[in-house]
């Protein structure tokens, strides 16, 4: 994927008094438009679904991108903005990011877009919050779904975050299955350290990491 598709984050320029003044903020920048038919069946993406850790050194396409971020939270009805996967109360508490060698950015289900959050290369940093698991830095890109659970509290309480917990894997099994689907795969993964996680991804607060899912070209397929 070409850096310029994902753009840099916010960056601090001097204007001509010589004090600091901020870049205007990047623009998401639209994904490629997702199918909702493909070549395999459900019934096959399901039977040939197994956690990969080893990818190919072969960055993800936009395209390919897309129709992930289009499995795991794009809108599918438009008209009621009911998204791929399930909500208690379709109130929608979950984030999904995208990382690559290029940055971090996050998917807004509305545009079918991507806002850049961060440039550079962040896979090591994220491996080593989480166990120093390889595969997240082998990985040409990873799925990081987020949870605010505040979104849910004001309805559900104390039962908030365990139905933001149940709808991360919604959404890890929507974005695995369309996966194997585009001839891909990939690994859910649970252990890492929230704090620094979240730090390193430079979250606002009330956003936390639920869930990890590094994907990319299988090495042996």
Known sequence: MKATW?????AVLLDTSGGPTMAPKPEPRPLPAPVSAGSM??????????SVREFRDEALTPQQIGQLCWAGQGITDRHGGHRA??????????ELLVMTADGVS?????????????????RRAVQQTALDQQMITQAPATMIITAVVERAAAKYRDRAERYCFIEAGHIA????????????????????????????????????????VPLGKPRQH
Do not use: W
Request: charge should be negative; aromatic fraction near 4%.
């Open 41 to 50: 069946s459900l019934e096959e993406t399901i039977a040939r679904r197994r």
């Open 85 to 94: 996967a399930p909500s208690a109360g379709a109130l929608y508490p979950m």
């Open 173 to 212: 099994q929507n974005i695995l299955l369309q996966a194997e689907a585009l001839e891909l795969a990939g690994v859910p993964v649970g252990a890492f350290e929230d704090e620094k996680t979240t730090e390193v991804l430079k979250l606002p607060p009330g956003e936390r990491v639920v869930y990890l």
């Open 106 to 122: 996050r998917y807004r289900p509305r545009d079918h877009a991507l806002e850049p959050l961060l440039a550079g290369d962040h």
């Open 6 to 10: 994902i753009c840099s984050a916010l």
